[in-house]
Structures are given as C-alpha cells and as structure tokens.
C-alpha cells in the first residue's frame, strides 16, 4: 500500500490520532525552531533576581534568567538530537534485523544472541554506562549513544517484520530470476516494510526524546550555560516549592511533545493495520 | 409439497429457509438475497458457489449467525415450528449446536489449541448440564468411533496439534453430531484435506447424516464433490439462488446459463475436455448488475436480462432456475466440451531430463530418486497427495531448491543446483509460476514493472521496447493495457494469476514449472487458466511441467503423468495409459478416491 | 514511558524437541539449554558494562575533576589503584575474577567496599518494583479487559487514547508533574521525598511510597494493557472463538475459558519485560523521590565517576533481566500445549 496515495491522504485526513498528534508535534516542532525569535529576553540575559516573578510570565530561574525566553531557546538541540538518533537507531536496526532475517541460519542466531545481550539493559542505563567517564558530553556523542541504544530494538522489530516477508512467494521468485541479494532487501523486502517502520519510526522518537532530555535533566549537558529544555529542569529542582515554573514550563512541554509524536506513531500504526 | 411431507417435516426435523437476506452494516447493499430452500431430514443439500457467492454467509444464517459487517435483515428460519431468526437470544442459543449445529471450514483453527479434545467435544452437553459426566465421556467415545477414530484416553488427550488434517475434521464431525442435532450446516469441512482423506470424512459424513435423519447443508465450491454426496444442489451466484434441483437433473440437463458454464469448466477423469472459463469475475456486494445478476458475464445476454429481474422459474419436478431464457437455449451435453486424449505414440523431442533425484530438507531424504523426462511442447503431470513430493520435485528443477543429488539435464546441459549456481541462459530458459497468485507478485510494484523486469534482468529488452512487449505479453494472457500503471491489490486472483504467467512468459522460457497454479482459483477462473495454457503450448511451444492433486485436471490438460506417492515414483506414463488403465495400486485407489462429476 | 520494542514479544525460541530419553529427561536438558544460555547472556553483558565504562575518557580526570590538574600524585595513586597500566583485557578479567568470587571492589567515592553499599538498595528497590508490578497487573488487566469488551465503541476509543497519552510520556515528567500536584504547587498531601531518616526502610513511612508507586504504575501500566487488549483482540477474532459462539457457547464463557486462556501467553511475555524494566528503569523515579534504590545510587555513581559501583549495579540490573526473562520462557512453554509436548515427545 503506497502511503501517499491520495486515497490514503483522504483516509489519513479521516484518522483523528494521527492528525492530532501532528499537529501538536508540529506546534512544539515549530517552537523550538523559530521560538528564539519570538523570545522577549535573550537565552542568558539576567533580568531579575533568582526565583522571582519578574522578567516574562514564567518568571525567572535559579540565575535570574527568564524562564520563558529559556524555554523557546531550549528546544532547538533537544528537537536536532531526537531526530538524528532516532535515524540512526532506525538506520542501525534496519540494517541489522534485515539482514539476519534474510540471510537467517547462523549469522541470525549470533545476531540475534548478540541482540539479546543488548536488550538487557534499559536504553538510559547504555547511556549512562559510557557517560560514567565523561563529563560534559559533545552533543553527537549523545546523539551516538541513544541512537546506538535504540538499535537493538529497532532490530528486533526489523527482524519479526522481515522474517514474514522474505518467505513470500514474491522474494523466491525475484531470486529464481537471479536478482542480486542486494536487491532483493531494496527492491522486494524493504519497500514492503514500510508501514511498520514508520510507525516503529515514531515510537522511537517518543523515546529519544525522553532519554535525550532524561539525560539533561540528569545533569548531563554538553553545553550547561546553554538553555536546553532537559537541563533547566535539574537546575530549577531546587525552588519548586518557591517558583515552580523554572521545573514545569520545560517539564510540561516535554511532555507535550511526547505525546504529540506518540499519537502520531499511534496513528501511523491504526492507518497502516496493524493499530486498533 | 404435500401435506404428509410439511407434517413429517415438523415432527422429525429439517428446517425450511424463506426470503433470507443478508446485508452490510450500515447499508442498503445485500450479500445474500432471497434465498429459499428447504432442508429435509436425512437428506444432503449441495449448496455451491464460487468465491464471492455468499454461499457461507447464506449457510452460517441458519444459526442466526452473521459474520461481522453484515446482519440478517429479513428473512425466516423455520425450525420445529419456530422462526430461529425470531427469537430471542437465549433461546437462539440453545438451538445453536443442540438442535442446529455446524462444522466449521478450517478444522485446525476451530479448535481451541488449549484444550484437550476430549474436553472439547463434550464441551456442549456439559455447558447445558446433560447427563452425568460419565455419560458424557462415554457418548464422546461412542462419537469418535463412528467416525473411525480410536476411543481410548489417549486420544481423548490429545490436544489438536497432535492430530492430522483428516482426524481434526473427524473430531469436528463427532463434536457436532454429539448432542444429536437435527440440522447440520458443514462448510467446505474437507477443504484442504488430500483426496483419500476426502473421500473418508464424505463417506462418514453421509452415514452420520443418514443413519441420524439429520438435514444437512453442505456448502463447498467444489462441485464434483458435491455429485457424490448431495440429494439436491443449490447453485449460488453473486448472493442469489440461480438454480436449486435434483442431483441428477442437475448434472444431465442444467437449466441455467451459470451452471452450465460453471460444468464446462469442470474437468472429467474419463475424459480429456477443452476446459473454457466465464470472462469478467464475480461482483461483490454494491457492485452486481440490476435485473439478472449473471447478465454481465453471460454468453445468452439479451436486453431484457438487464431490464426484468428472473423469477424462479420451474424447469422440471423439483428443479428450478432462475433465468428469463430457460425455454429458450437449448439441451446442455455434459459431453459437449470432449476432445480427443494426447496420442501417445508422437513423436517426443526430450528437453529436460530428471535421474535418480534425491531431494534432502536437512538431513531428511524427501524424495528417493525420481527418473522422468519431459519433451518439447510437452505437458507432463506431476500427482500425488500432500508429502508425495511433487512440489519439491519441482522447486529443485525450478532452482527454488538447493538440497539434491541426482543429475537434472536441460537440453543436453546439467542444471546446477539451484537458481544462483545456474547461468543467465538456464534461468531464463525455466521459469517457475507459484500456487497463490495473492503471494507471488510483489505488492508495492506496478504490474508494468513485474511483468518487464525479467526483460530487463536477461536482456530482452529496456525502456519503451520492454514496455512494448509487455503489452503484448499482457494481451496473450487476456488482460488489456489498462492493467499496466495499476498495483496487484486492483486485480482479482485469476488476473494476478494471468499476471504471473505473462511474467513468466518474459524470460521467453523454453520450460514453464507451474506449481498447483489453479488450486487457490475458483473452478471457472481455473477452466480459463487452462484454456490459455493449452493455446501458449500450441503458440510458442512451451513444455510444462504441471503440478496438481487434481487427476481429473491431468486428464484435460497433460500428454503424460507422474504419479507420485510419499517421495517415490509410484505410476508414469502417457495420461490416457494411466489413467484408463491404471497398473499399480496406489494409483488404482487415487482414481477411486477422486470425486468424479460423471 | 517505558523502554520497550513496539511489537508485542515474540515467543522466544521455539522449544526444541528432545530426540531421545524420557520426558523428564528431556525437559532438563531442556532447562539445561535455557540456563546456560542465560549464563552465556550474562557473560557477554560483563563484557559489555565493562568495556562501555572503559571506553570514553579518562576515568582519573573524570573522578578528579576539578582537581586533576592540581595533584598529580592523587592521579598517580588512583592510576595505579585503578590498574590503569594494565591492558584492558586483563583488567577485565581481574574485574570479572573479583565479581565471580564475591569481591566487589570499593567505591571509589567513600571507599567502602560495594556488596555494603549496594546490599540495602537492591532491597528497597525490590521493595519498589514489587510493590508497583502488583499494582500494575491486574490495572493493566482490568483496563485491557474493558476496553476489549466495549471494543469499537466510544469508551474503547477514549480509554485507547488516554492510555496513549500516559504511555508516551517519559518516567521523570510524570514523577516531576505528581510532585508538583500532590506535594508542592497544587496539594499539599504527600512528601516528596522519601527519606525515613535513620536508616531506616522507606517503606515505614508509607506515605512517602505513594508518589513513587504511581508514578511507576502510571508509567508501566498503560502499555502493558494495550499489548494485552491488542492479543485479546486477536484471540477474540480467531476462529476457534467463532466456533465456540456457532456452538451456542455464552459470551462471558467465551471470554474466560477460550479467550483468556490463549492470551495468557503472551501477557506473561509483556509482564516479564516489564517486571525487568522496572528493575532499571526505576532510575529516573528514584533519583526524582531520593528513593534510597539502586537506580538513585547508579546515578549518582555515574556523576561521581564511581566505576565499581557502577559497574557492579549495571550487572546487578542485567541479570534480573536475565533471570526474569529465564522464568518467563518456562512459565509460556508450560502454557502453550503445543511447545510442551513438543519438548515431552
């Protein structure tokens, strides 16, 4: 089933999740993009004391920053972050589960053994493993360590998808005919595969995401002056009870991002069958 | 109908069925209609159709039962008096599997892989609190016995799993005629089950219907099964009864245009037959013509079948049929499709050579060195049942398979072992054609491209030249230009059929494997399947090599047979030889088994 | 949010049928496979956690910081007290050899040797993820079987998409909003924070474990009754089902006996991953509440560079996994008829 199709567009218009989950993806898309624009103060700019309410409506943080010039700041690297290693985590996994679903025998077994290994351990933890000797990570290695965490698990997908597709009757005769095994994955298997993986594609957003500003908010940040919506949350934890919003304003908008794209990976799922 | 016979109805059983329709939720668009038929007891009705017919829907309303989507809107059921479409839900289902039951299509996936089987057949009475436990079991063993399974606690352990196709099905029956109903709705129960197997699950169900005065509805699309066991049949077409009649009649003088069509598709193991299809596929729901639903497709067609719609028309005692022409079209001869059998004695230009193949799946040895060959022009059947090998056989000449010994010679060159170790010239020169015509082209590609790229692959020819052919591939295979931009999903199975044949038909292939490639189609897509087999035999002089479980299809379609048998060669020779006069036993007792329409 | 392949997991591998012996026989050789390959699983994570820890940064500069620079003898110590001249593989079995037989290294924050430290921890977070996973069963159950039930009508849709929203939200978020509702800005009802003070468990103030506890139920529970709903969906639809209701079978006998039997398989399946997640995941939820747990240690072990610690902690993690996984894998060969006597026969 081809996804753009304007059959499919007009069934797509008709499938509330999807829709709403992309808009409010596109909103908080939008607002990381373009809120430096439309910030009232600037990312580091001192506009009162610590905690107060002055500055904006959001009042200031722990510096005397202002909260809600911060937050339209401090989404550009977590919105950059998220969808590079959710690419590479597809890109990884893909490659991986295809290949130990076409080639199968023992290069799946190790694989897949190997895969297991992985598994075992929660995607944060893999993170966290490797930051346990750095410091102040660079941002691609970040990007590298949540994306390699996704991989496993992107793979274990890829794999259960393939397994019923190289079977089919259509890859045995692409082989009869002699078709390269290369082109046998592109041209038979990979396009059929599409819509699981545009819906896997958005669930792992969702998580890179969370772990992406679950690790800021851990007090890892390869910038810590820099405003990045994960990291003012572990540097505002302290005056909730005083000024709440240096914590809610990023938290809630968090939040809101991750389900926007959940919903959007929920509706991928629904359109192409496999949802409800 | 007599009075004797309306009052014997309610006092012994049989259920009549009156203006049943059936439609989509949520629409005015109906998938069965009208349908009127009386089941008597002790009694078999054939109801037959062919895919998109509604002849499971028409068959699963007697339980007041409709698939979701669809609802009965009007209609009765009268049963012992009652309307069973009338009643309220508790009492609905008390009648279901006591008094009407039914017997379900896939008998591997109706039963419930958790459960021991011999809890579930007596799942029924127990629900309903009859007898004592004891009781129960022992009626169960009492089941299992009169249709040939063993009664002892073993069995009766046994989860599904741990029983083949055959024995499943006859769980099935035991499970249903267990609470003694008397009605029974069977659909297609022997679907999927190889010949000789059956055959026994028929003939059970037959002494089960009878020896009980249980009225049974047995819905299949194979009418020649349907020869051997039914009183009376019931065509279906496109939601409607088009013509309901004795046996007998049915067979020698079929009134209606459909029928007839659909039995000159059917081919005869006595005879070879110049099988034809219907042109055009059946229309599903919203999608049938006004007045005769048949008039789209029907070679009788004048304007008044599109303005008048036929009533029931009376043919004969008992025997109608639905058609505004019935007077009008003449005797039907059931023998009117004849052709002559293949003479055996021309002469034979030999392409591919089989020695002494062994084939292995892991260390298993699934087939014990088969030696046959196959000549230019040629169509040689591969027979047997599941497990003979004749589909292996024929992956490891189609390069589908690498695990054999044995030597393969295709003109006078050894065949490597499978397709990669082959060269270009040998790959192209044998194209192999799959069984399920919904697997076998890739989804996402336009039917241009499917049936170009093997032009292209050997060379045949690119870009517009290719596009060229492909049209004139696709006209061969009687499916016009309009097909080319469109994906698979827009086709119905006999034109992805079509398709697949025009794309092996690219490679300009000297040998075609066609692996049961009418087996997953209704009987009259398969008849013109066939009919364009012959003719691109005849055409290009392409040999055959045609694997089917269908020996009356041998007959109409190959000059020689393989009869295979658990991996061994067990029968070969020319069609004709084999099967008039058969010389080994196993072959004897497959032409027995065979339901045969005449 | 939880940490979790979108499919539902696969039945893993398939039951292998034992050729010869009887069938007790061939069940232990059975369980034999399995368990030895946990413990191979486990052998490669210790090879995973340690050379993750060894493989970005000096380790010296990272616990010094600030101080690297300035005594170069401290570095020269914790060089030679790290073993750092020695090649990795060899580190990694002395590290390996000191797991195995007990000896578990000393953090290297306060020098206390690890197995203390980390002895009254695994506790508490058993306590935790126990607590919460009994919650959250038969939650997540409850909601699956409603919303299967009203299946296609309004209150599906709507249950769908609330368990939708919570499911995508990450663990910290949810634990940071509760906070903000019952202990600081909205209510005022519970702490948040859940020090005892003392040493003493946290659980012997129970109100400071309500927090924790939902924060972890709302964040598990939502995907494991969507999973269980979508395989009681399919079982709902399988033709067995269909038959039992053609036999007049009712509805609700339907449900129990025919329905919930083959889901089960699968529902032991998702609760496993979950039950192993928890045991890690519970990080972000204990660095949140100052839940006195292994995942709050392992944070702050990883900020202070404590290498033994964290590596100690991460095996610890990795083999409740393993080992819940290994239980997992029994319990639905024992409840899939077909995958018993294929081992049996």
Not at chain 2, 59 to 79: C, D, K, P, Q
Request: contains cysteine.
């Amino acid at each position: 089933m081809s996804i753009v199709s304007p059959a499919n567009l007009r069934r797509i218009g008709r499938q509330r999740r999807l829709v709403t989950g992309a808009v409010i993806t596109l909103v908080i898309v939008l607002m990381a993009i373009f809120g430096p624009l439309f910030a009232p103060y600037g990312e580091n700019e001192i506009v009162g004391k610590p905690y107060t309410y002055e500055g904006s409506f959001l009042g200031t943080d722990y510096l005397g920053q202002d909260v809600w010039s911060r937050v339209l700041y401090g989404g550009a690297t977590i919105l950059i972050n998220s969808l590079l290693a959710t690419a590479l985590g597809m890109v990884l996994g893909i490659i991986i589960g295809v290949v130990a679903a076409y080639w199968g025998g023992w290069l799946d077994e190790v694989i897949m053994r190997l895969n297991d290994v992985a598994l075992a351990f929660p995607q944060i933890l893999l993170a966290l493993l490797v930051l346990t000797a750095v410091d102040q990570p660079s941002w691609y290695v970040i990007v590298l360590l949540v994306g390699v965490s996704h991989a496993p698990r992107v793979a274990r997908l890829a794999r259960g998808v393939a397994l019923g597709i190289v079977s089919r009757d259509y890859v045995t005769a692409a082989e009869a005919l002699g078709e390269s095994r290369v082109r046998v994955v592109l041209a038979e298997v990979l396009p059929n595969m599409n819509a699981p993986l545009l819906a896997e594609a958005g669930l792992r957003l969702t998580y890179s995401i969370g772990l992406i500003a679950g690790i800021g908010f851990l007090g890892f940040a390869s910038n810590p002056s820099a405003a990045d919506w994960g990291y003012m949350i572990n540097e505002n934890r302290l005056a909730l009870l005083v000024q709440p919003w240096g914590v809610l304003a990023p938290v809630i908008i968090i939040g809101v991002f991750t389900i926007g794209t959940n919903l959007m990976a929920d509706g991928i799922a629904q359109l192409s069958g496999r949802g409800d | 109908m007599t009075e004797t016979s309306l009052l014997d109805m309610n006092q012994t059983g049989g259920c009549t069925v009156s203006d049943l329709r059936v439609a989509l939720t949520g629409t005015n668009l109906d998938v069965v209609d009208e349908i009127n038929i009386e089941l008597r007891p002790g009694e078999v009705v054939g109801l037959v159709g062919e895919s998109g017919s509604g002849k499971t829907t028409a068959g699963t309303a007697l339980l007041a039962y409709s698939r979701r989507g669809a609802f009965i809107e009007h209609g009765s059921v009268t049963f012992e008096g009652q309307n069973v479409l009338a009643l309220p839900w508790e009492k609905v289902r008390e009648i279901r599997g006591m008094k009407i039951a039914y017997v379900p299509q896939d008998p591997g996936a109706a039963l419930n892989p958790a459960i021991r089987i011999g809890r579930q057949i007596v799942e029924l009475l127990e629900l309903h609190g009859i007898g004592s436990a004891a009781e129960r079991t022992e009626g169960a063993r009492a089941g299992l016995r009169e249709v040939g399974l063993p009664d002892d606690d073993e069995f009766l352990a046994r989860y599904p799993h741990q029983l083949s196709g055959g024995q499943v099905q006859r769980v099935a029956l035991a499970m249903a005629f267990l609470p003694k109903p008397k009605v029974l709705v069977l659909d297609e129960p022997t679907t999927g089950l190889d010949v000789t197997t059956q055959g026994m699950v028929l003939k059970t169900m037959g002494e089960l219907c009878r020896s009980h005065r249980v009225a049974a509805l047995y819905v299949t699309h194979d009418l020649a099964v349907v020869a051997n066991i039914a009183d009376r049949v019931a065509v279906m077409y496109a939601g409607q009864i088009i013509e309901l009649g004795p046996r007998e009649a049915m067979f020698r003088q079929p009134a209606h245009p459909y029928t007839r069509a659909l039995l000159d598709a059917i081919p005869h193991l006595s005879q070879a037959r110049a099988l034809t299809g219907i042109p055009g596929s059946t229309p599903g729901p919203g999608r049938r013509p006004t007045a005769c639903r048949f008039n789209t497709r029907c070679e009788y067609v004048e304007d008044r079948c599109r303005e008048i719609e036929p009533p029931d028309i009376e043919v004969g005692p008992d025997h109608t049929a639905r058609c505004l022409r019935v007077g009008e079209i003449g005797t039907w001869d059931i023998n009117r499709g004849n052709t002559t059998d293949t003479d055996p004695h021309t002469d034979r230009e030999i392409i591919l050579t089989i020695e002494d193949l062994k084939v292995f799946y892991g260390r298993k040895e699934v087939v014990h060195g088969v030696s046959f060959d196959v000549a230019k022009a040629e169509v040689v059947a591969l027979v047997g049942e599941s497990g003979s090998g004749k589909t292996t056989i024929s992956r490891c000449v189609g390069g589908l398979h690498k695990q054999w010994t044995g030597e393969l010679t295709f003109e006078g060159r050894p065949l490597g072992k499978g397709s990669r170790s082959r060269s270009a010239e040998d790959r192209k020169r044998i194209q192999y054609i799959f069984q399920n015509p919904y697997l076998s082209l890739n989804p996402r590609l336009t039917i241009a491209q499917i049936v170009g790229r093997p032009m292209e692959l050997f060379g045949i020819a690119k870009g517009k030249a290719a596009r060229d052919r492909v049209v004139e591939l696709l006209d061969a295979v009687a499916l016009g230009p309009t097909v080319l931009d469109l994906q698979t999903n827009r086709l119905s199975g006999g034109e992805r059929q079509r398709v697949a044949i025009a794309r092996a038909l690219a490679a300009e292939p000297d040998l075609l494997v066609c692996d049961e490639i009418t087996s997953a189609l209704d009987v009259s897509v398969q008849g013109s399947i066939v009919a364009l087999l012959e003719d691109l035999r005849k055409t290009r002089q392409i040999s055959m090599l045609f694997v089917t479980h269908n020996l009356a299809l041998v007959r109409s379609i190959a000059a020689r047979v393989q009869v295979l048998n658990a991996g061994e060669l067990v029968e070969s020779g020319f069609v004709v030889e084999v099967l008039d006069t058969p010389k080994e036993e196993y072959t004897k007792r497959l032409l027995s088994s065979s339901p045969a329409v005449n | 949010m939880t940490d979790l392949a979108t499919s539902a997991p696969d039945v893993s591998t398939a039951a292998a049928p034992a050729r010869t012996g009887s069938s007790g026989s061939a069940w232990v050789k059975w369980l034999a496979r399995r368990v030895g390959l946990a413990i191979l699983t486990l052998w490669l994570c210790s090879v995973l956690v340690f050379f993750a820890t060894a493989a970005l940064g000096d380790p010296v500069r990272a616990i010094l910081g600030k101080d690297y620079a300035s005594s170069p003898e401290r570095a020269a110590a914790l060089a030679a007290e790290l073993h750092l001249d020695q090649p990795v593989i060899v580190r990694y079995f002395e590290w390996l050899g000191g797991l195995l037989t007990g000896n578990l290294g000393n953090s290297i924050a306060n020098g206390f040797p690890v197995g203390e430290l980390v002895g009254d921890r695994i506790v508490n977070s058993a306590v935790l993820v126990l607590i919460s996973a009994i919650l959250i069963i038969p939650v997540a159950f409850a909601i699956a079987m409603i919303s299967a039930n009203y299946r296609g009508k309004r209150t599906d849709g709507v249950i769908q998409v609330i368990m939708i929203t919570l499911a995508g939200l990450p663990e910290f978020v949810v634990a940071i909003l509760l906070v903000a509702l019952f202990s600081t800005t909205v209510f005022h009802l519970l702490p948040a924070v859940t020090i005892a003070g003392g040493g003493a468990p946290p659980w012997s103030k129970p109100a400071s474990m309500i927090l924790p506890v939902l924060t972890l139920v709302i964040a598990v529970a939502p995907y494991v009754s969507r999973i269980v709903r979508s395989s009681l969906l399919e079982v709902l639809d399988s033709d067995y089902v269909e038959l039992a209701r053609l036999k007049g079978v009712p509805e609700r006998i339907v449900m129990r006996k025919h329905a919930l039997l083959n889901a089960i398989v699968p529902g032991i399946q998702v609760i496993a991953l979950q039950l192993a997640w928890l045991a890690g995941g519970v990080l972000f939820v204990e660095y949140v509440f100052s839940y006195p747990g292994i995942g709050a240690s392992l944070v702050d072990s990883v900020r202070n560079s404590d290498f033994p610690m964290v590596q100690v902690l991460a095996m610890v993690i990795a083999a409740v996994y393993v080992g819940i996984n290994l239980v997992a894998d029994v319990l639905s060969i024992l409840f899939t008829p077909r995958a018993r006597t294929a081992i049996s026969s």
